[in-house]
């Protein structure tokens, strides 16, 4: 069976020690021994938390990742074939190269924190898209250029010619970013710049707000960090703001992951031309308030809401059902501490939905919107 959806970019290995409630503290200090339990050691990155959610849920995948012939890359293949016995066969394996992974450091109530080393992800480019790879696909989602040093070196040329090749293949395409290292050389690069080059080649642009600030408004994002929190200056009003750039540089569907406040979509007037969709998809505004779950872990919480996004999109739901879903997706990965293993058949998600599901507050700002009671969405 050929795959509905390509899922290209970023793969690595995640080591992630548990930890007791509570027992967080000041992680690193010189000295002092933290008791931790065991570890969840999973494949992490866009390519495997987005692509297994999408397995999960029932959508054929073809997975693309480059990773290193030590010893991560066998683990990181035999964790792929775990999960889906062909889901390893379009990992690509670099002669000499080190493969990606991150510790993650993800307590009880408190967000994430990695320590990252990029590995061969760094040399992923254009030309490891063999032949014939997406054929019959319906769709292409590329995540996590911002530690990939291929796809943001020379103004994003390399990744405007990844989505070139997606285009001229005739699929719709998604882009997913990830928070850089603020010293790293991704956080110098004019984004901005890379993203008017590669967005009219994206149909669909899913970042949270939080990385998309730090990119393309670096002194906003800097303003609300020092008020303690980027998400505390978020409101409908900013997010209308930032979806407004993203349309204007060529995006027809910009989702903005807003964490516990849910995700938010606003769409152009040409999204009705992409395949499958129609003139319910033209020119909307949406806001998904998350669900009420028992948070264990955040990692990967936005790749599986990427990847409930693209399941009902590939479905020919409704904008108002495929947020439903996205957000739900997102939910159900949470109450775990890996990045997708809580992920469900899209059968026990629609079932836990119509169940009655209790969703958050929303605590921002929305003036001008309205809450839809029957959707249990916020609209505009």
């Given amino acids: 069976m050929a795959a509905a959806v390509v899922v290209a970019g970023h793969i690595c290995l995640d080591l992630i020690p548990t930890f007791a409630p509570g027992a967080v503290g000041d992680l690193i200090q010189p000295g002092k021994l933290i008791g931790i339990g065991p570890a969840v050691l999973s494949t992490g990155g866009a390519v495997s938390n987005t692509g297994i959610a999408l397995h999960r849920l029932g959508v054929p995948v073809k997975l693309l990742g480059k990773i290193g012939d030590d010893r991560f890359g066998p683990l990181v293949m035999d964790l792929l074939q775990s999960q889906g016995p062909r889901l390893a066969d379009g990992m690509i394996v670099s002669p000499g190269a080190v493969t990606s992974y991150s510790i993650i450091l993800s307590p009880p109530g408190v967000d994430r924190t990695f320590l990252h080393c990029p590995g061969a992800n760094q040399s992923f480019r254009a030309n490891d898209i063999p032949p014939g790879a997406l054929a019959g696909a319906a769709m292409f989602h590329f995540g996590y250029p911002p530690v990939m040093q291929s796809m943001?070196?020379?103004?994003?040329?390399?990744?405007?010619?990844?989505?070139?090749?997606?285009?001229?293949?005739?699929?719709?395409?998604?882009?997913?970013?990830?928070?850089?290292?603020?010293?790293?050389?991704?956080?110098?690069?004019?984004?901005?710049?890379?993203?008017?080059?590669?967005?009219?080649?994206?149909?669909?642009?899913?970042?949270?707000?939080?990385?998309?600030?730090?990119?393309?408004?670096r002194p906003r994002h800097d303003a609300l960090v020092a008020r303690g929190d980027v998400l505390a200056g978020v409101d409908g009003d900013l997010l209308h703001e930032l979806a407004d750039r993203l349309l204007d540089w060529g995006s027809k569907i910009v989702v903005l992951k807003i964490g516990e406040h849910g995700l938010y979509l606003r769409t152009s007037a040409a999204t009705a031309n992409l395949p499958g969709l129609n003139a319910a998809w033209a020119s909307r505004e949406i806001l998904a308030p998350s669900f009420a779950v028992d948070v264990v872990g955040t990692t990967g919480s936005g790749d599986c809401t990427i990847a409930g996004f693209l399941a009902g999109l590939g479905k020919g739901l409704s904008p108002e059902a495929v947020m439903t879903a996205a957000a739900g997706v997102g939910a159900f990965n949470v109450e775990v501490a890996d990045a997708f293993s809580g992920v469900p058949t899209w059968e026990r998600l629609q079932s836990r939905i119509v169940a009655g599901w209790k969703r958050r507050d929303v605590r921002l700002s929305l003036t001008g919107w309205r809450f839809d009671s029957g959707l249990r969405l916020w609209v505009k």
């Fill in 152 to 217: 943001y070196e020379a103004d994003g040329a390399e990744l405007e010619e990844v989505f070139a090749l997606a285009k001229s293949a005739g699929l719709t395409t998604s882009l997913d970013l990830c928070p850089p290292d603020p010293l790293s050389p991704a956080a110098a690069v004019d984004w901005r710049a890379i993203f008017a080059r590669v967005l009219p080649k994206v149909d669909i642009f899913l970042p949270s707000v939080e990385e998309l600030l730090f990119l393309i408004d």
